[in-house]
């Protein structure tokens, strides 16, 4: 069975540090994609960045990265110069298969707060 | 462009009452899911839905039924509430595409409370 963990309930980041999220996933599929999704205290679901595991380069989208070892199954959230509004929870999820991602497992979450 | 637009944004029901959550997409995507969240826990598969007419069972189907008459709509009902289903139910849609990873884009959430 596919599963996602969040080892770190919450962490607190000096504004313009850069600061790594962590998140590890099980599954024995060779196909499978990796998300990360910021969800700011107003409630909704951002999508921040895609990997999948066929991209051997890893994913960037601005400030942030994914660190993707795909033999440690670790996806790693990379946030740069971290600002005030990257104040959210943070998902890391799955999806298995190659008709789409029907299959998204979430994670715990991480609450990240950034310090002025 | 509205998205994936959700409504109620909050309701409260008794025990026993039955509601539909409605969601709705203009984005014409094929997918359509729903998710709920329990307070400090990530999200959990309810429904999915690959196109109109066709559902399928997520991680937590026990007391909901889905429907998909339309490529945009994806109503969610709640039969006998219970206060387990206290919870925030999120929408999502998505593009199809072989071989690929869609991003799921979600609507705002409606926040039920049951008491």
């Known amino acids: 069975a596919q599963k996602i963990t969040q080892t770190q309930p919450g962490m607190f980041v000096q504004e313009k540090e850069a600061v790594t999220l962590d998140c590890t996933y099980d599954?024995?599929?060779?196909?499978?994609?990796l998300f990360w999704y910021k969800q700011p205290s107003s409630g909704e679901m951002i999508f921040l960045i895609y990997q999948g595991s066929y991209d051997e380069q890893n994913a960037t989208e601005g400030r942030y990265s994914l660190n993707f070892q795909k033999a440690r199954k670790s996806a790693n959230l990379v946030i740069s110069a971290s600002q005030l509004g990257d104040s959210a929870m943070y998902f890391c999820?799955?999806?298995?298969?190659?008709?789409?991602?029907?299959?998204?497992?979430f994670g715990t979450g991480t609450r990240l707060t950034i310090i002025p | 462009n509205a998205g994936v637009t959700q409504t109620p944004k909050f309701r409260i029901l008794k025990i026993g009452q039955s509601m539909t959550l409605q969601c709705a997409q203009d984005?014409?995507?094929?997918?359509m899911y729903w998710y709920r969240q329990d307070p400090g826990m990530g999200l959990k598969l309810i429904y999915y839905s690959v196109g109109a007419g066709i559902t399928d069972k997520g991680e937590v189907p026990n007391g909901y039924n889905v429907s998909r008459s339309t490529t945009e709509d994806f109503p969610l009902r709640l039969e006998l509430a219970a206060p387990s289903q206290t919870s925030v139910y999120f929408c999502?849609?998505?593009?199809?595409?072989?071989?690929?990873?869609?991003?799921?884009?979600f609507g705002p959430g409606t926040r039920l409370l049951v008491l």
């Open positions: 999502a849609s998505s593009y199809d595409r072989f071989g690929t990873f869609e991003t799921q884009y």
């Open positions: 599954t024995s599929d060779q196909s499978y994609g």
């Open positions: 984005m014409n995507h094929n997918y």
């Open positions: 999820a799955m999806g298995l298969s190659n008709f789409g991602n029907e299959k998204l497992t």
